[in-house]
């Protein structure tokens, strides 16, 4: 079984910063993307930055040069260095490990349970 755990959340004061984790465990190729996502409170889930197998980022509008995305192959880890925090980035934060229908190998989706960041004004 695959199982992604998610560390690093916390409280800060708007323009500090925070050092997200999630590890995953089990049998998983690193032929995927890594992402983040976080529902804030009264809103939908929404995408803040995905990494692929060979580097590639993508990021939200809302945290492009404040947040960046990073994935250690070999450990099987990704991490989201945030820095200049907003109140607005008050979230949950959820991994996610995803691979789509690639020739010749499966698909999965897998969630972590999230981690609470609270970013005070």
């Known amino acids: 079984q695959v199982q992604l755990v998610e560390s690093g959340g916390g409280s800060v004061q708007a323009g500090g910063s925070l050092r997200l984790s999630c590890a995953a465990s089990?049998?998983?190729?690193?032929?995927?993307?890594m992402g983040w996502h976080r529902q804030a409170p009264g809103k939908q889930r929404e995408l803040v930055a995905t990494i692929i197998s060979g580097g590639s980022t993508n990021y939200a509008d809302s945290v492009k040069g404040r947040f960046t995305i990073s994935r250690d192959n070999a450990k099987n880890t990704v991490y989201l260095q945030m820095n200049s925090l907003k109140p607005e980035d008050t979230a949950v934060y959820y991994c996610?490990?995803?691979?789509?229908?690639?020739?010749?190998?499966?698909?999965?989706?897998?969630w972590g349970q999230g981690t609470q960041v609270t970013v005070s004004s």
């Open positions: 996610n490990v995803h691979r789509p229908r690639v020739l010749g190998l499966r698909a999965y989706d897998y």
């Open positions: 089990g049998s998983i190729s690193s032929i995927n993307v």
